[in-house]
């Protein structure tokens, strides 16, 4: 059985890249959108990108034109290939299904699946 969870986090310089990797399980791959999300010490949990069954897109206005969501149907895998990093991308990256949270806080606070990737960013 495949074992879902995330990973691809690590430290860059700015302007740098990273792919973070989402397992997610299959029946859930399968039937609703899927996302990442982060949060920064302080900061509020964010949703910053999602992709849907049929492959749609979004983006938070934060990451539009830098990060790039895809997924892999055949693997139930989700990327974010993270472009152009900078220091304010610093925090926990985190892979989760929305619909599944009544508050997108509780993403963070409960992990999505995985327990989340740390990405760092220095200047």
């Known amino acids: 059985e495949v074992q879902v969870g995330v990973s691809g986090g690590g430290s860059v310089q700015a302007g740098g890249s990273l792919r973070l990797t989402c397992t997610a399980p299959?029946?859930?791959?399968?039937?609703?959108?899927i996302a990442w999300f982060r949060q920064a010490p302080g900061n509020e949990c964010e949703i910053i990108s999602r992709?849907?069954?049929?492959?749609?897109?979004q983006y938070a206005d934060s990451v539009k034109g830098r990060f790039t969501i895809s997924k892999d149907n055949a693997k139930n895998t989700v990327y974010l290939q993270m472009d152009s990093l900078r220091p304010e991308d610093t925090a926990m990256y985190y892979c989760?299904?929305?619909?599944?949270?009544?508050?997108?806080?509780?993403?963070?606070?409960?992990?999505?699946w995985g327990q989340g990737t740390q990405v760092t960013v220095s200047s």
């Open positions: 989760a299904a929305p619909g599944d949270y009544s508050d997108y806080d509780l993403v963070c606070q409960l992990g999505g």
């Open positions: 299959q029946r859930t791959f399968e039937s609703t959108d």
């Open positions: 992709i849907g069954t049929s492959g749609s897109t």
